[in-house]
Structure formats: structure tokens, C-alpha cells
Nanobody, 126 residues
Framework: QVQLVASGGGLVQAGGSLRLSCAASGRTISTYSMGWFRQAPGKEREFVSAVSWSGDSTLYADSVKGRFTISRDNAKNTVFLQMNSLKPEDTAVYYC???????????????????WGQGTQVTVSS
């Protein structure tokens, strides 16, 4: 089993930056593609970004492309999401997730992720 704990959220002004971390325990995530999703009040959980198990392939939602960067440190069993130029519409609870299957490619599809963290709140004020 993989346990995930997301952290790094907070309150920031528009144009500011935050770095989210997702620490894994229970087993190594070095063979799992990882993703970040977010959910705003009254909305469905949506894809933000994903990275392959090796780190050499990444995916981004159009809404965050060029502003957010996903990365991972397999030695530390941790995945990161650097968020720059934040906008009020980025306000949401951010969740990290691991693909259900080892070796699977990164995916936009939330149902392909079998392990989820508890979420961290990001609030961007205008």
C-alpha cells in the first residue's frame, strides 16, 4: 500500500508562488507515475499535472501550462508541484495521487489513480 501526504498549501496573493510536496510512505513510488489534481468548492476534481515514474515525461492541464512545474525525487519518495503566477481561479484543495499500477504511464484520467493523499488547501487572493 502507498500512503500519500500532501503539504505546502496556504494563502497567497495573486501572482505569488507556492510549492506543494507529496511525501509517500509504505512503499517506494519510484515505479509509479504520479499526479496532482484539484477540487474547488462545488466542482469536480480535475487534473492538474502528472509525471512518469522516471520523471522524463510530464503532462499539464492547459490552464496551468507554463505556470506550474511537476517534479519528483525518487530517493526521497516525494513529488513536488511548483506553482508560479498563481491566479484566484487556482484556489482549490490540491491532491496528489499515484497510478494504480506500477509502470503505468502518467494520465489525465483520475480513475486511473488508485492511491490518494488527503489534500492541501491553496487559496489565492485577488
Amino acid at each position: 500500500q502507498v500512503q500519500l501526504v500532501a503539504s505546502g498549501g496556504g494563502l497567497v496573493q495573486a501572482g505569488g508562488s507556492l510549492r506543494l510536496s507529496c511525501a509517500a510512505s509504505g512503499r517506494t513510488i519510484s515505479t509509479y507515475s504520479m499526479g496532482w489534481f484539484r477540487q474547488a468548492p462545488g466542482k469536480e476534481r480535475e487534473f492538474v499535472s502528472a509525471v512518469s515514474w522516471s520523471g522524463d515525461s510530464t503532462l499539464y492541464a492547459d490552464s496551468v501550462k507554463g505556470r506550474f512545474t511537476i517534479s519528483r525525487d525518487n530517493a526521497k519518495n516525494t513529488v513536488f508541484l511548483q506553482m508560479n503566477s498563481l491566479k484566484p481561479e487556482d484556489t482549490a484543495v490540491y491532491y496528489c495521487a499515484a497510478r494504480s499500477t506500477e509502470g503505468a504511464s502518467p494520465s489525465y484520467w483520475k480513475y486511473g489513480y488508485g492511491y490518494w493523499g488527503q489534500g492541501t488547501q491553496v487559496t489565492v487572493s485577488s
